[in-house]
């Protein structure tokens, strides 16, 4: 059975940082692409960063650099650091595995976590 837990959400103030954790059990995650999305009530839910399977770096950044996505494939774990946090990113973060095989689609999803962003 495939399961995908994070944790590390939570109030910060703005400007502050954040690491959220992913870890995987019942699959291994260097097999996968994996991404961080997020969700706010009413709108859908938005990829915040992705990495591929097989991409050449352990990291990618995006939000202009203020968040960074790594995979330790060794704790078969993914991370999602957050710096210069802004109340608009106020959301519930979920991890995402998804591989492609032939017409198969394969995804998995985190149940989320919470990150609000609040003086």
């Known amino acids: 059975q495939v399961q995908l837990v994070e944790s590390g959400g939570g109030l910060v103030q703005p400007g502050g940082s954040l690491r959220l954790s992913c870890v995987g059990s019942?699959?291994?995650?260097?097999?996968?692409?994996v991404g961080w999305y997020r969700q706010t009530p009413g709108k859908e839910r938005e990829l915040v960063v992705s990495?591929?399977?097989?991409?050449?770096?352990s990291s990618v950044d995006s939000m202009e650099g203020r968040f960074t996505i790594s995979r330790d494939n060794a704790k078969n774990t993914i991370y999602l650091q957050m710096r210069s946090l802004k109340p608009e990113d106020t959301a519930v973060y979920y991890c995402?595995?998804?591989?492609?095989?032939?017409?198969?689609?394969?995804?998995?999803w985190g149940q989320g976590t919470q990150v609000t962003v609040s003086p």
């Open positions: 995402n595995a998804e591989r492609y095989s032939g017409m198969i689609t394969e995804t998995y």
């Open positions: 019942g699959l291994i995650f260097s097999r996968f692409n």
């Open positions: 990495i591929a399977n097989g991409a050449p770096t």
